[in-house]
């Protein structure tokens, strides 16, 4: 077989053995790490956790809203507010931090290559700056990767993580505070070293970090600091707090506050409300100042005030006074506008492409590798990178005149600020007096000065610089995004598409004949296609750039050219981010289902095979339950004896219902007996033992003897007070379909916790008797909770019986099973659900949907069952 699939499988897709993988459903593939051999596509793993963001409204909350009154309402939203701004404060500062320490290792590197390359070429000694560029390179991208070797979770962007936790999937390790200080220290080096990232996309995941853990005020790293602070102990305000950091990271990343806001909105965030905007905007306005605020007194000695809104400055666009032509753009640019896109498109499509069979191919060969490796591939990218930069900028480059002083207007301060550090970043080398080498301007220098180049400078690029340089950077970015240090996007990408959109200007300007145009608007437009083309945003993309362009009149001609281009790229794959969490397996929901979709119900996509517990349970039932089981929820139920109303109170329950459900109840029984003759008595069902004794009787007047003796037996609420065992993986058919009636949902973590508190009573006591937990002690351990593996529970007598009726959410979200999948997913998603009960109209459970359930993967396998049953 393995032969038949290693050798047939490449040439004849039609042979015996690879029929059998092809034909197999994603659902019976979903293993860690398995793969459809015919597409060659990871599915969503089942063992990333979903965050709690619905209220667990059970007794200790409501003693907690029973003490809430309006005075401690508005003082809970006043600390809301307070931190929300604390955040984007603390957002700032980081983004200042790094781009201090970006800024004073790269001028120290480039001023001392730059002197060594003017010295060297009068003596010929070249290959020495050579070498002292790699020096640099080599040492900084070298710290960058043991920093990710001490984290792997600090590696790339982190964009992807954050948009899969905003969409309610909680990664592990992703906001720590080890992963915000190797993704500080580790951005800081890997920019500083050469290698084609940006600091930009990092920002948003330190941001993120920070929303999550400063209103926290406790971390795994600092266990000895300790902090009494009560508030947002639970995963919705942790998480609206992290919305709120992503969109701190991106207003410090981009000077924009509004776009950040957005990007929090339209990345991921499912849950949304007018309060949370403005908290989001708050804390975007909050990150933004404070970072214009310390850049602009830093830089500039102007303290109060504020010149430089983010990392990343676009600058003025401005046509030069000379130039009575020129225009920022005109309508008829438009349609070039929309052929850029198109082309933006196609080349991100590509770009993604290539990125992908890069990344399966880390996956496959280098991550199983020990870490070492990891570090060396780092290395090798930046050796082949430095040499790359080096030698293009020695070789390849051409000298161009410069353009005179009296062509740069002098308006505006800020536009005097972009047209120095514009000219400061020249290169002349090899080049005479007057004239400055085009290609060493591009590539020694850092990024953000490359882009400025791109935007600002009216002197021309040569076009086959121009070429030489998009494609060099278009193959270098690639390889580079996905190795093991800190890495963003964004920059490489603006920057890439701006040499792009500035060929395009001079192909116009020289050889069509058009002289309006203004070659800053083109490359501005073609880093928008290809950005556009890469990440696949639209709206907050589009928000971002006008906001750092600072001119409105650009967000036609952006929001079109990203329109077109993110329709082109969504013809051929995916955006990069969502590229990435398809890779790591991570079960992402999109904002809707495939109107197809629809013809499944909540039956077809459910997870009937439930393990539930009882109100009241045996200390060795919950342990077991708990050590057997990976579910984070269980169904708190009781076996369908009516009269459940009265469950809660103790008394003795005869069943009401039993002519309704007894023909249903036999003959079911008999069927699962039939499928699976070896049954396994149930000790605490008295009902089912009944209906097995008697299921194959046919004699109608026996039934109703049965069903006489059923009636006059009395029960007590909870069936399973004296059980001999836990529910297993060993029950038949029968024991895991019996009816049972819904009465609530409690998480394991509450069950670990009640374990941990010896929460419980004796047989000889009344539930009364058991030890109360107030909200505050139910949340002391969160967000890690205790593993169930780790604890010593041998002080704890195993049948001392848990009540576990006054922690249990008793009105979760609900379906029923006739639900269409586009209602359940709406409310699936809409209201950040982790577990979602499939209860009939009887208020019989009969199981639970996940967010695995509801991900593209499985449903398209549902509908083809579905198809195949009709």
Known sequence: MAGCRGSLCCCCRWCCCCGERETRTPEELTILGETQEEEDEILPRKDYESLDYDRCIN????????????KKGRRYEAVKWMMVFAIGVCTGLVGLFVDFFVRLFTQLKFGVVQASVEECS??????????????????????????????????????????????????????????????????????????FVGKEGPMIHSGAVVGAGLPQFQSLSLRKIQFNFPYFRSDRDKRDFVSAGAAAGVAAAFGAPIGGTLFSLEEGSSFWNQGLTWKVLFCSMSATFTLNFFRSGIQFGSWGSFQLPGLLNFGEFKCSDSDKKCHLWTAMDLGFFVVMGV?????????????????????RNVHPKPKLVRVLESLLVSLVTTVVVFVASMVLGECRQMSSASQVGNDSFAL???????????????????????????????????ILQLFHQDSTFSPITLALFFVLYFVLACWTYGISVPSG????????????????????????????IYSGTFALIGAAAFLG??????ISLTVILIESTSEI???????????????????????????????????????????????????????PNLTYVYPHTRIQSLVSILRTTVHHAFPVVTENRGNEKEFMKGNQLISNNIKYKKCSILTRAGEQRRRSQSMKSYPSSELRNVCDEHVTSEDPGEKEDLLQQMLERRYTPYPNLYPDQSPSEDWTMEERFRPLTFHGLILRSQLVTLLVRGVCYSESQSSASQPRLS?????????????IHDLDLTLLNPRMIVDVTPYMNPAPFTVSPNTHVSQVFNLFRTMGLRHLPVVNAVGEIVGVITRHNLTREFLQARLRQHYQSL
């Open 122 to 195: 009068q003596k010929g000694c070249l290959a020495l700056s050579l070498l002292e560029l790699l020096g640099f390179n080599l040492t900084f991208v070298f710290f960058a990767s043991l920093l990710v070797l001490i984290e792997p979770v600090a590696a790339g962007s982190g964009i992807p993580e954050i948009k899969c936790y905003l969409n309610g999937v909680k990664v592990p390790g992703i906001v720590r505070l080890r992963t915000l200080l190797c993704k500080v220290f580790g951005v800081l080096f890997s920019v500083a070293g050469g290698l």
């Open 775 to 787: 909200y505050a002690e139910m949340a002391e351990d969160y967000p890690r909770y205790p593993d």
């Open 533 to 538: 083309g890469v990440v696949r945003m639209s």
């Open 59 to 70: 007794d200790p909350y409501l003693e907690v809203l029973e003490t809430m009154d309006n």
């Open 553 to 607: 009149t650009y967000g036609l001609p952006i929001m079109v050219t990203l329109m077109v281009a993110k329709w082109t790229g969504d013809f051929f794959n995916k955006g990069i981010y969502d590229i990435h969490v398809g890779l790591r397996g991570v079960p992402l929901l999109e904002w809707e289902t495939e109107v197809e979709m629809d013809k499944l119900r909540a039956s077809d996509i459910m997870e």
């Open 343 to 363: 082309v933006g498109g196609l080349l991100g499509a590509t770009f993604n492409c290539l990125n992908k069979r890069l990344a399966k191919y880390r996956v």
């Open 489 to 516: 996007l964004f920059v490489p990408s603006l920057l890439c598409g701006a040499a792009f959109g500035r060929l395009v200007a001079n192909v116009l300007k020289s050889y069509v004949g058009l002289g309006h």
């Open 416 to 450: 005097q600020v972009t047209s120095e550090e514009v000219n400061s970043s020249i290169k002349t080398f090899f080049c005479p007096n007057e004239t400055y080498n085009d290609m060493a301007t591009l590539f020694f220098n850092s990024q953000e000065s490359g």
